[in-house]
T-cell receptor, first 106, second 113 residues
């Protein structure tokens, strides 16, 4: 079983919808990262969380350490949010989820 | 502010050829990493370095070698390329301690025919 499981694998939404991407993990961690990979391939770090909640613009990330679960929310989604979102665990090593491919249609 | 720069961006190799991928960072980061990304799979760590002159194996090190002679550069070598090494390769760097934010390069798309 993969240490990092993301759901859903693929997600299609209409512009303006509220998006939630989930990440569950099975090991102890120091921190969890949410990354964004656009169709061009570049990877950008969105958040690094060790507890609680962080917000940046329309993006919100939460983590529950006891339940080993994190969520990434996008409010008022826009076509430019279309990308692959990757959850990654940071401890002695960095382990990545397979990613969630989000498509936001106008 | 360049961040992490990878060269080349694209390369096609014949089976058995060798090549070196270069990663350069200008943020004075201690930690540097090489990952490969294959369709349907998460990024997988090939090798990493925790400082100048040090390297260590990651999850999928076979068929690759690395060197970190200068703090700002991390080189990934393929001595004898195989079709199974067709992938997109990403370099990343981070500050002291892996819990700090990562900066990724833009990737190198390698095809081995």
């Amino acid at each position: 079983k993969n240490e990092v499981e993301q759901s859903p694998q693929n997600l299609t939404a209409q512009e303006g919808e509220f998006i939630t991407i989930n990440c569950s993990y099975s090991v102890g961690i120091s921190a969890l990262h949410w990354l964004q990979q656009h169709p061009g391939g570049g990877i950008v770090s969105l958040f690094m969380l060790s507890s609680g909640k962080k917000k940046h613009g329309r993006l919100i990330a939460t983590i529950n350490i006891q339940e080993k679960h994190s969520s990434l929310h996008i409010t008022a989604s826009h076509p430019r949010d279309s990308a692959v979102y990757i959850c990654a665990l940071a401890d002695n090593d960095m382990r990545f989820g397979a990613g969630t491919r989000l498509t936001v249609k106008p | 502010n360049a961040g992490v720069t990878q060269t080349p961006k694209f390369r096609v190799l014949k089976t058995g050829q060798s090549m070196t991928l270069l990663c350069a960072q200008d943020m004075n980061h201690e930690y540097m990493y090489w990952y490969r990304q294959d369709p349907g799979m998460g990024l997988r760590l090939i090798h990493y370095s925790v400082g100048e002159g040090t390297t260590a194996k990651g999850e999928v090190p076979d068929g690759y070698n690395v060197s970190r002679l200068k703090k700002q550069n991390f080189l990934l070598g393929l001595e004898s390329a195989a079709p199974s090494q067709t992938s997109v390769y990403f370099c990343a760097s981070s500050g002291t301690g892996r819990i700090y934010g990562y900066t990724f390069g833009s990737g190198t798309r390698l095809t081995v025919v």
